[in-house]
Structure formats: C-alpha cells, structure tokens
T-cell receptor
Framework: AQSVTQPDIHITVSEGASLELRCNYS??????LFWYVQSPGQGLQLLLK??????LVQGIKGFEAEFKRSQSSFNLRKPSVHWSDAAEYFC?????????????FGDGTTLTVKP | DTEVTQTPKHLVMGMTNKKSLKCEQHMGHRAMYWYKQKAKKPPELMFVYSYEKLSINESVPSRFSPECPNSSLLNLHLHALQPEDSALYLC??????????FGDGTRLSIL
C-alpha cells in the first residue's frame, strides 16, 4: 500500500527566507507525486506534480520540488517566502497511471510566515 | 477562481434533516470525487465516480448517498447525520493520469 509522510507538522520561517518542506513516500513502483496548498476556508490547489522525466519540477507561485528515488523523497522548496505563502501544504502520492486520481495524502505541514 | 464549483458554501442542519451538497465541473473530467476533511487533517476519500459509475466507496456510512446525474454533476445526499459528520466536504475532478482539481468545499455543521 502507498503512504506519505510529512515529518514536519509545523514550520515557521521569516518572510524572504528560503523554505523546504519534506515529503517521504512509500510505493512499490514509480509514483505519481503531487504537492497541494490549502489556504484557510478554501479547497486544495495543485502546486506541482511529478509523473516522469526531469526530477526537478517547477510549479506555480515560485515553488519547485525534487524527486529523489534513492531517498523516496519529494521535497518542496521556495527560495524566498512571501507572507501570502502561509497555509497548509499537503504532499500526495497517486497509485499509478490508471489510478493517479486516487491519491494518498500526507498529514500536512502548516507554514507560518513571520514578518 | 476554482473550476470545480460547490454549493452551498456553508450548511447547518439538524440530525433529522435531509439535505444535498452539489458539485459541478465543465472541464470534461470523467472522474469525480467526494472527500471529507476535518480541521488540521488531510482529506479523506469517500467516493469515486468514473464515467458516471460509482467505482469506489471507502466504507462510508449509508447516511451519505452519492449521485452522479451526468458527467458534469456530482451530488452528495445527506440524511440523519451525526455531530461527528461536521466537516469540510470537498469535491474534486480529474482526467486519467492527471491530478485532481478541487472545489472550495462545503462547510457542514450538524446541530
């Protein structure tokens, strides 16, 4: 069975500082990996996805993530955080080509941005 | 603006009421989903419809009844809910091999 672990429940960074959110997955084959962001009172917005190819993927809002098969990781990064990035971040893994829509989510990381 | 529209945004109902949540998408996606999300938790999958047929029911109590009238619409009928059913209910849609697009959800409170 697939699973996702987000080791950091809560992260606080200063505005303008760099950010890395960790995600580790467990899946027997090549996974389909996603990062979503959820602002209070809203649904989940897709930041980026990895299906195959280049292991460094670029997303919206200046985010990027790197797939490392050897470490079973898909960490999310941003070079300079803005106050509007404060939100809940979820990493998710899909079950494969024919079932990518059914994703397993990590427990989420809450990002607080200090002025 | 979200491409998946959910109505109503907020719903308060008593335990004996019957109500419905609605979800609509016009992206041509053939898979649609209902999730339940409690505060500070990830979404929990409830139902999946694929090509308008129920393909996954994650052992959801029968007081939740999904319906997919056509490829653009997804309903969730609610009856005799319990206080612990209070949550944010999210609808999503996707194409095969594509990630899900989520609506902004319906915030449900059971009195």
């Amino acid at each position: 069975a697939q699973s996702v672990t987000q080791p950091d429940i809560h992260i606080t960074v200063s505005e303008g500082a760099s950010l890395e959110l960790r995600c580790n997955y467990s899946y027997g084959a090549t996974p389909y990996l996603f990062w979503y962001v959820q602002s209070p009172g809203q649904g989940l917005q897709l930041l980026l996805k990895y299906f195959s190819g280049d292991t460094l993927v670029q997303g919206i809002k200046g985010f990027e993530a790197e797939f490392k098969r050897s470490q079973s990781s898909f960490n999310l990064r941003k070079p300079s955080v803005h106050w509007s990035d404060a939100a809940e971040y979820f990493c998710a893994v899909g079950a494969g080509a024919t079932n990518a829509g059914k994703s397993t989510f990590g427990d989420g990381t809450t990002l607080t941005v200090k002025p | 603006d979200t491409e998946v529209t959910q109505t109503p945004k907020h719903l308060v109902m008593g335990m004996t009421n019957k109500k419905s949540l609605k979800c609509e998408q016009h992206m041509g996606h053939r898979a649609m989903y209902w999730y339940k999300q409690k505060a500070k938790k990830p979404p929990e999958l409830m139902f999946v419809y694929s090509y308008e047929k129920l393909s996954i029911n994650e052992s959801v109590p029968s007081r939740f009844s999904p319906e997919c009238p056509n490829s653009s619409l997804l309903n969730l009928h609610l009856h005799a809910l319990q206080p612990e059913d209070s949550a944010l209910y999210l609808c999503a849609s996707s194409q095969e091999n594509s990630p899900q697009h989520f609506g902004d959800g319906t915030r449900l409170s059971i009195l």
